[in-house]
């Protein structure tokens, strides 16, 4: 076997194993999104950012962080289909007081990268980047 098809082999087999860590969640979106964030003030890094639960914010611990989010389906018959294939990559930026175990509130545009937003809820798979 080539290097080459070890390579492929390898960037395959690491994209499954974390997929298979991935934790269940929600995630809903804020539109316009409040600012300032808790973590960078006016300046956030991206477009594409989030606030955490109390329990993934952890304090403040969870700032900077990064997560990979895909979609995994609805949460309401509004919207049956509101996937859109792939994932997004967002940063940590805030606290979502309001937001349940396991839930991002992300950026109106991370939102729309992996689900349709006239869903504004949708069931995820997150795992840390």
Do not use: H
């Not at 539109?31 to 477009?47: D, E, F, H, K, W």
């Not at 995994?72 to 007081?97: F, K, S, W």
């Not at 729309?112 to 937003?117: E, G, N, T, V």
């Amino acid at each position: 076997m080539g290097p080459e098809r070890v390579i492929i082999l390898a960037v395959i087999a690491s994209s499954l194993i974390s997929m298979a860590c991935a934790v269940p969640g929600i995630a809903t979106f804020s539109n316009p999104t409040p600012l300032p964030s808790a973590c960078y003030g006016s300046q956030v890094p991206s477009t594409l950012f989030a606030a955490v639960n109390p329990d993934l914010y952890n304090n403040g611990t969870a700032c900077g962080r990064r997560y990979r989010i895909r979609c995994t389906g609805p949460t309401n018959e509004n919207v049956p289909q509101p996937c859109r294939n792939g994932e997004v990559v967002v940063t940590i930026v805030d606290l979502c007081i309001a937001c349940q175990p396991d839930q991002f509130d992300l950026s109106a545009e991370a939102f729309s990268r992996i689900a349709d937003p006239n869903a504004a809820r949708i069931r995820i798979e997150y795992n840390e980047a």
